[in-house]
């Protein structure tokens, strides 16, 4: 079976696509199938947002629909930027404009434990849904470090590495990144669906 990716975005498409290719899933983004949509994420958790993409993307393609949405929760800020992280500080901020806003925020702060936390969910077109968690912990450094990866990934210290989320290699991000752990939880779930319909 084939799902599609419900995402604009060429990184998390391309991070998707090679953890869902690791774990035998056959996965294609929005423009290979002709889709041009955008999501509104309304949500006011990471689960409804992700269920939003999911479901609006499968209802336009006919397809199972796989989305996710993610984003950083800092303790000492009370948890944000959380579900706005993408829009932090005002939206329209790039990655590197969004690292120097979290830091300029955290000037100062000694307690910089943080953690990065993906939701998934799967949609299919009998109206069924599978959905999957996954978290990273850390600390947010005192200035970026590293150039791969997307967003937050420069000043994100992941715990026990010692280096930044952006100074991995793309298979060690993958290994251990938040959307990594969802993901892999993710096809797991769907193996067990498989076999409940063979079964079946």
Do not use: W
């Not at 409804?48 to 949405?69: F, H, Q, R, T």
């Not at 947010?140 to 290699?169: H, N, Q, W």
């Amino acid at each position: 079976m084939k799902y599609i990716v419900a995402t604009n975005n060429p990184d998390k498409l391309r991070e998707m696509r090679e953890i869902l290719s690791g774990a035998g899933i056959d996965a294609v983004g929005l423009s290979d199938e002709g889709i041009d949509i955008e999501v509104e994420e309304t949500g006011s958790t990471f689960m409804e947002n992700a269920m939003l993409k999911a479901m609006a993307v499968c209802k336009a393609s006919g397809m199972p629909a796989i989305a996710d949405d993610s984003g950083l929760a800092v303790d000492a800020l009370g948890g944000e930027p959380g579900v706005y992280s993408k829009r932090y500080g005002g939206g329209g901020l790039d990655g590197g404009g969004l690292c120097g806003y979290l830091l300029q925020k955290m000037e100062g702060m000694e307690q910089r434990r943080a953690k990065f936390v993906s939701t998934i969910a799967c949609a299919f077109p009998d109206g069924s849904a599978i959905t999957a968690e996954g978290e990273c912990p850390g600390e947010i450094t005192a200035e970026p470090r590293g150039s791969g990866g997307f967003g937050y990934d420069p000043v994100f210290l992941v715990e026990g590495k010692g280096m930044t989320m952006a100074e991995l290699a793309p298979e060690e991000k993958n290994a251990v990144s938040h959307r990594g752990a969802a993901l892999r939880e993710l096809a797991a779930k769907l193996k067990v669906k498989k076999e409940i319909c063979i079964l079946e």
